[in-house]
């Protein structure tokens, strides 16, 4: 016997292997790698292998499979080859995939949505990019109101007809003029107003707006669906009130607060030391916005109400910053996670 001869055979075959495809592959696997692979004949004449030879020979045969292992990883990495022969490992437990959090923003809409929807309000979406009319002039905003103002409403370039919406009363106008009542609908989404940037305001925030138009539609039924709202949002224990306002669109008009209470620093803050919280307007729709989108106002009256969302949020999840909700900081938006 002779093994250095036994173990140039395997050298020459090694270095004439020719793996060209997956097959070649696994038979190159098999005959060099596998269970029963060309060294273990070889290996068995161990014994008698005269002792001073038996270090080199084990040497030797270690070097040919290493350099066996090898080849074959390189032919295995070679792409073509190795895609065909990959198994994927169906015992490994999974890589859990990651799952983003919804924006306290959406939460927020979503819930009010929620609610509104239990007594038969539909949602209704509508366009960012407004024209003059919508925004202000069928609502019954006079062309010198302070609203118009150039320092509140942003135009677009070379377009002063067109405005960034600076409130979601805009959609009452788009419905009014293309709905026949009754009309119950609730319009979230996005406004804009050329405003200085705070921990308070911001120049982009989110309103969701209500408006219900029918018949025989009273002030008692506003404020029956704004209080059955506050039970809804922030616990049957909440306490409303109105307080008169003015508002070009309705008539006659009032903002809502929420009494929240003081537990804490950012209800404070948020509520500036009274516990109670400014959180919408409302009114009855003004006769004159009616007749301005086509409706008769001997025949029909209504109620609408706008709301921010921002400042609720703030206090759902005691956020002490306006500006933290827009600038997509992971280490805030994660805290929403479970939410
Ligand atoms: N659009 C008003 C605002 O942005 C809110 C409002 C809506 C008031 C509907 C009355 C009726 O402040």
Redesign the pocket.
């Known amino acids: 016997m002779n093994w250095r001869e036994d173990l140039k055979e395997i050298r020459t075959e090694l270095d004439n292997s020719n793996i060209t495809d997956a097959a070649a592959l696994e038979a190159f696997r098999i005959k060099f790698l596998g269970s029963k692979n060309i060294f273990k004949p070889v290996f068995e004449q161990m014994k008698q292998v005269p002792a001073e030879e038996k270090k080199e020979f084990g040497q030797k045969i270690n070097e040919l499979k290493n350099r066996a292992e090898e080849v074959f990883q390189l032919a295995a990495s070679a792409h073509t080859v190795g895609k065909a022969t990959e198994i994927p490992d169906l015992s490994l437990p999974a890589t859990p995939g990651t799952i983003g959090s919804r924006h306290p923003i959406s939460l927020v809409m979503d819930k009010i949505v929620g609610i509104f929807e239990k007594i038969g309000f539909q949602v209704a979406e509508e366009r960012e990019i407004e024209d003059d009319w919508h925004n202000f002039t069928a609502?019954n905003t006079p062309d010198d109101h302070p609203a118009r103002d150039m320092q509140d409403t942003f135009y677009l370039q070379g377009r002063s007809d067109r405005v960034l919406r600076?409130?979601?009363?805009s959609v009452?106008a788009r419905i009014m003029t293309t709905h026949a009542p009754p009309i119950r609908i609730l319009a979230p989404g996005r406004?804009f107003r050329n405003e200085t940037i705070s921990a308070r305001s911001h120049c982009q925030f989110h309103?969701v707006?209500?408006?219900y138009i029918d018949k025989g539609v009273s002030m008692a039924d506003l404020k029956q669906t704004l209080l059955f709202f506050a039970r809804e949002m922030f616990g049957p224990s909440v306490k409303i009130r109105l307080r008169p306002?003015y508002?070009p669109?309705?008539e006659p008009?009032?903002?809502m607060d929420i009494y929240w209470g003081l537990k804490d620093e950012t209800d404070h803050r948020i509520t500036k030391g009274t516990g109670w919280l400014e959180i919408?307007?409302?009114?009855m729709?003004d006769p004159a916005v009616l007749k301005n989108c086509g409706l008769d106002p001997e025949v029909y009256s209504g109620?609408?109400?706008?709301?921010?969302i921002e400042r609720q949020a703030m206090l759902l999840y005691k956020i002490p910053d306006i500006r933290y909700y827009f600038e997509n900081d992971l280490r805030f938006l994660r805290q929403f996670k479970s939410a």
């Open positions: 609502l600076t409130h979601t009363s009452q406004v309103q707006e209500g408006l306002s508002f669109f309705t008009s009032a903002e919408l307007g409302c009114g729709v109620f609408a109400f706008g709301m921010g």
